[in-house]
């Protein structure tokens, strides 16, 4: 508590401290609300700056860009259906609908609260336990456990979205194939990729996303106007009430430890997180049939998850020198323009450093909940704005983003085309979110399999040595056979598509 | 057996064509790697086949399924099924981003993009001329300045004289 204290007045005595936190707040949440432009763009643009600030200033930016920017995204993955990164992409499952309904207000308010409570939680724990959970995280998961972990994550999201399972599993393959684009993961041989030099290095997921999200609702939204069935949506300001959080208690602290543990292990992050405690609401839900058509839990788990996951991503960071994703990674370099090393010596040479972060993650997170406050009752409006001239806003913020990625113009082409072939899809019954989903983890499920093949010499009875990844693989498969047996044997349906 | 309708044919016989192709191009790839025995063509082969006999499976639903019975996994039911034809309104709304797309690199982002927002709002119904033309205009505006001038994001310029030039000359003013 007293490092905590120290950190904090550390923290608040400098005046260019202050600016830098409230810069990268602010900064953070603005860009993590553009499509494309992520925090992982102004990461890198800031990136060169960082070495003239003091080393505890450079690296409390980052983790306060890290915080507010995981939030800054849910704002138009609600109101517009574009995730600002794929860690909110789940947030649009139930979001948008939500919108659609005339709720907008509710689901950013859950999204601001949720958002701030899973990065407290997060922090609280940080600070309380960064040594031991690294360490144990890093012993108990390897490639096996992260294979079977991807495996349980495909086989919960094939049931999410679609009309009927199959169309589940189809979405899901379609985006694992999506992924198989480009280089193998193992000897770097070539893949569909045509002789393109452009494929070589595979179908970039930003834009791939923002085809499949935006461009495809502006498509559908287009459709029906053109039809004549076009509803605008009714603005709305209400937050939701303290009674309908607390019927949620345990969603939330659900998703705080599955987005926890997710953001501890390298490599996996907020994204799997989010998509995690997604599909773990849907699991444990007496009503699942409803996810996907604006339910407030569906935000609620989403964005609780992703930002727990920023906290946790810290531990291994800190602790063991290990980033756990691409702004983790910019961290990292940020630690060595300053001539350190971010690792277990950290906490004995640079113990003032460590703490501001964490206070500066804190403080972050209660900003979130007084500045998201403020911008649920201000950005809701847009929302008035008729649909026919926020389409082509939409569409060129997309094309910016797409093409901002990589500053290739095929990018922007792989967007159109991603948003039309959603379009046809979501016409004829496929999830989005399988397709974002198996995309995003197909490169990850192989790499970890092919590591753990070679790391059990190929001997399935190696796997019984891994009692968390066997774990792990036995609910999968259960998911599965629990899917198949209500398709074989359900007497009535439990739902049908028009509900 | 219920009778499928022809959009229900067409995807059926894309996902088969689909993954017939898909599986035929990893001899492309099948070779061997020393230290991974299952080589590069091992995952994508294992995916292919579960897609074929998800698309198999829901060919098998659509035929035997009776006309109300919807039994799918609890956890679905966002989506709807519609194979109505689409009309050529909405054709044109959907190339029209493909063709700004195709056409960005050569002439560029500054020149391309007015003319795109004008035929976009045009398609979706906007006949007033004050409106397509400021509304248009704004839009490209806002957006430019904000990533050209205040986040420096690289817009394509064009290639083909005349266009590039105009397009550097607009970034040169801006920044």
Same mark, same amino acid.
């Given at each position: 508590m007293a490092e905590f204290i120290q950190g904090t007045m550390t923290l608040f005595s400098d005046l260019t401290s202050v600016m830098i936190f409230v810069g990268g707040l602010l900064g953070g949440m603005l860009f993590g609300a553009i499509p494309g432009v992520s925090m992982l763009t102004l990461g890198a643009i800031i990136l060169p700056f960082?070495?003239?600030?003091a080393p505890a200033d450079a690296i409390m930016l980052y983790s306060v860009i890290y915080c507010s920017g995981v939030f800054g995204g849910a704002i138009t993955a609600i109101l517009?259906?574009?995730?600002?990164?794929?860690?909110?992409a789940p947030t649009a499952f139930d979001g948008y609908p939500m919108t659609q309904k005339g709720l907008a207000g509710k689901a950013v308010g859950a999204a601001v609260l949720c958002s701030a409570l899973g990065g407290l939680a997060s922090a609280i724990l940080m600070m309380s336990a960064t040594p031991i959970i690294a360490n144990w995280a890093i012993s108990a998961f390897g490639p096996p456990e992260i294979f079977a972990l991807v495996f349980f994550g495909i086989a919960v999201a094939s049931s999410v979205g679609s009309a009927t399972i199959w169309k589940g599993w189809l979405s899901v393959g379609l985006g694992l194939m999506i992924a198989m #684009? *480009?280089?193998?993961? #193992?000897? *770097?041989l070539e893949r569909y990729?045509?002789?393109?030099t452009y494929l070589m290095a595979g179908i970039h997921f930003i834009p791939t996303i923002l085809g499949f999200f935006a461009v495809s609702e502006v498509l559908i939204q287009a459709e029906k106007r053109a039809a004549g069935t076009y509803k605008a949506p009714k603005v709305n300001l209400d937050f939701p009430s303290f009674g309908e959080f607390w019927k949620l208690k345990i969603a939330v602290l659900r998703s705080m430890v599955i987005g926890f543990f997710a953001g501890i292990l390298p490599g996996i992050g907020a994204t799997l997180a989010a998509f995690m405690g997604y599909n773990e609401a849907v699991r444990w839900s007496k009503t699942p049939h409803l996810f996907g058509k604006g339910q407030l839990e569906g935000v609620v788990s989403s964005e609780t998850a992703n930002n727990a996951a920023t906290g946790a991503a810290m531990i291994p960071l800190l602790a063991l020198g290990l980033p756990g994703g691409a702004l983790t990674a910019m961290m990292i370099g940020v630690f060595q323009m300053h001539n350190m090393e971010p690792g277990p010596l950290v906490f004995m040479n640079s113990k003032d450093l460590v703490w501001v972060v964490f206070s500066a993650m804190f403080f972050a997170n209660i900003s979130i909940l007084l500045l998201g406050w403020l911008q649920t009752k201000t950005v809701v409006h847009l929302l008035r704005i008729p649909f026919h001239f926020l389409a082509p806003v939409i569409l060129l913020l997309a094309t910016i983003g797409a093409y901002a990625v990589r500053s290739l113009g095929t990018d922007i082409l792989i967007m159109f085309a991603a948003g039309i072939m959603g379009f046809f899809l979501r016409r004829s019954g496929y999830s989005i979110a399988g397709i974002v989903l198996g995309l995003i983890l197909g490169k990850i499920g192989e790499q970890n399999f092919a590591q753990a093949s070679q790391m059990l010499h190929?001997?399935?009875? *190696?796997?019984?040595?891994r009692p968390i990844a066997v774990g792990l693989l036995i609910f999968g498969v259960i998911t599965f056979l629990a899917q198949f047996y209500r398709l074989v044997f359900a007497k009535k349906p439990s739902f049908s598509i028009d509900d | 057996m219920r009778k499928l309708v022809p959009g229900q044919w067409i995807e059926f016989s894309f996902w088969f064509v689909f993954t017939g192709i898909a599986f035929a191009l990893t001899f492309d790839f099948d070779r061997e790697i020393d230290m991974y025995?299952?080589?590069?063509a091992g995952w994508p082969r294992v995916v292919i086949v579960i897609v074929f006999l998800a698309a198999l499976g829901q060919l098998l639903q659509s035929l035997f399924q009776k006309e109300t019975d919807t039994s799918q996994s609890s956890a679905s039911a966002i989506a709807e099924e519609r194979h109505d034809p689409i009309g050529p309104q909405m054709w044109l709304i959907m190339l029209t981003p493909v063709a700004y797309a195709l056409f960005i690199e050569e002439l560029g982002y500054y020149v391309l993009t007015p003319i795109f927002l004008i035929a976009y709002l045009y398609l979706t119904g906007e006949r007033r001329l004050k409106w397509l033309l400021g509304v248009s205009l704004g839009i490209f505006l806002v957006l430019t300045i904000l990533f050209t001038k205040f986040l420096y994001v690289g817009l394509p310029t064009g290639n083909v004289p005349g266009f590039y030039d105009f397009g550097s000359w607009i970034v040169q003013i801006l920044q």
């Open positions: 960082t070495g003239s600030m517009f259906n574009i995730p600002g990164a794929p860690e909110n #684009v *480009g280089l193998d993961p #193992v000897a *770097g990729n045509f002789g393109s190929y001997d399935i009875m *190696g796997w019984t040595d | 025995r299952y080589g590069a």
